[in-house]
């Protein structure tokens, strides 16, 4: 744990350390190790990439967001296991967990520290916040940046999708402990919600609509669980999903007959053939482009074997047919590109190739024999106003 490492608003894993920064914007210094909501989120970072390390180079704009709705949901769970946090939320919702509140505003002094200068860049109130209504379309067709009001394909932005249908799920699970749910209660529910997510990450493969299998493997643990949590919270878990729209509504009614039927669920060996702890296979693009030079791009393809026969809503009826491997990574090169997260270093031809000299990198270029091969540096945690 590094916990200030100069003048940013800004934190970071990059395997080797949690890295914290502060920034110091209307009179005021904000240092981001102090708030535990950061905290969490980075060590959050640090227990998914030891569940699933594939993830951590997993070309896909959904591994990278789940990666980070994982942090914000670690940092939702940490908080829960405080007794006067228990205490302060139920009181200030009035038990309905809901409602925005101290719970569900993350990050809201570092959020504070960045409106001062980019007002656009985070909610009114927090850095980002677990109760909000945005609902799954695939984003490899959203734009790669907006305003926080919007949802984009940006890691940060997209992973609010999921994080908010997992508070409401935590929430509705609250609400079925007893007719009049206190603070051991809560406790109570958010342990069984970590045990649910552990349960889910290790069963889902990592393809583009990772999230859809998350939240499939979520509720296919809760009904495989043992003893008298099995399938308590199954109706809220669905609902939740199906309200963020990733699972459609025939995936969600589908997720039930699977288990009558035996049907549309392979092996847990065979989503696991992949991994966990292995490399992901790379599929080649061109490099040639995005002006790299003639050697092939090698991206880190999210191509394990599906395991539940499920997908997202689509807008008007029924289910979004899921991207095709190759597409997924190479809709998030794209996206990083345009964002001017890449290192590129040497690649490319000057005058050709697009530079982004002021732009914070959160992966490179690393030259191998068969190609270029992009690698990750670091989980950026998106405190960093881009300049
Ligand atoms: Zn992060």
């Known amino acids: 744990m590094l916990l200030d490492e100069g003048v940013d608003f800004n934190a970071f894993y990059d395997r080797r350390a949690l890295n914290f920064f502060h920034g ?22 640090a ?19 789940f990666h980070e709705s994982f942090g914000d949901m670690s940092a939702l769970l940490a908080a829960l296991q405080l007794p006067s946090m228990r205490a302060a939320i139920i009181a200030d919702t009035q038990g309905d ?14 959020g504070w520290g960045i409106r001062q200068t980019r007002p656009s860049a985070v909610d009114p109130d927090c ?6 209504s945005f609902f799954y379309t695939n984003p490899e067709a959203l734009p790669s940046r907006a305003p926080a009001a919007s949802l984009s394909s ?74 008298a949590t099995q399938g308590k919270y199954g109706d809220v878990l669905k609902s939740a999903f199906v309200r963020h729209g990733i699972l459609s509504q025939q995936s969600a009614v ?34 040639a482009e995005y002006g790299l030079g003639d050697r ?31 597409h997924a990574a190479r809709a998030f090169v794209e996206d990083l590109m345009e964002r001017g997260h890449i290192d590129i270093g040497g690649a490319g031809q000057p005058g050709v190739r697009i ?20 690698t990750r540096i670091l989980f950026d945690c998106g405190f960093r106003a881009i300049s």
């Open 154 to 227: 940006e890691p940060h932005s997209f992973s609010r999708v999921f994080t908010a249908a997992f508070l409401e799920a935590l929430a509705g699970g609250f609400r079925l402990s007893s007719a009049n749910p206190g603070e051991a209660d809560l406790q109570a529910v958010s342990l069984d919600f970590g045990r649910l997510l552990v349960a889910g990450i290790l069963a889902a493969p990592i393809v583009p609509e990772y999230m859809s299998q998350v939240a499939a493997a979520i509720v296919a643990a809760d009904a495989e669980a043992e003893g």
């Open 127 to 132: 850095l980002r916040n677990a109760v909000n």
């Open 296 to 326: 092939p791009l090698l991206v880190r393809a999210p191509s394990q074997p599906r395991r539940f026969a499920v997908a997202a809503a689509a807008f008007g009826v029924g289910s979004v047919t899921p991207s095709n491997s190759e």
């Open 355 to 374: 530079v982004h000299p002021h732009t914070f990198k959160t992966h490179r270029l690393v030259s191998s024999p068969e190609g270029l091969m992009l």
């Open 47 to 65: 227990v998914l990439d030891a569940l699933r390390p594939e993830l951590f180079d997993a070309g896909t704009i959904e591994a990278a967001a």
């Open 254 to 287: 589908g997720i039930a007959s699977f288990r009558a039927t035996g049907v549309a669920v392979a092996p847990r060996t065979a989503g696991m053939a992949a991994g966990p702890g292995r490399e992901l296979p790379h599929v080649a693009l061109s490099a």
């Open 97 to 110: 967990l809901t409602r925005s509140s101290r719970l569900s505003r993350l990050a809201e002094q570092l």
């Open 24 to 45: 110091t914007a209307g009179g005021r210094t904000v240092f981001s190790g102090e708030s535990p909501d950061v905290v969490c989120h980075e060590e959050g970072h």
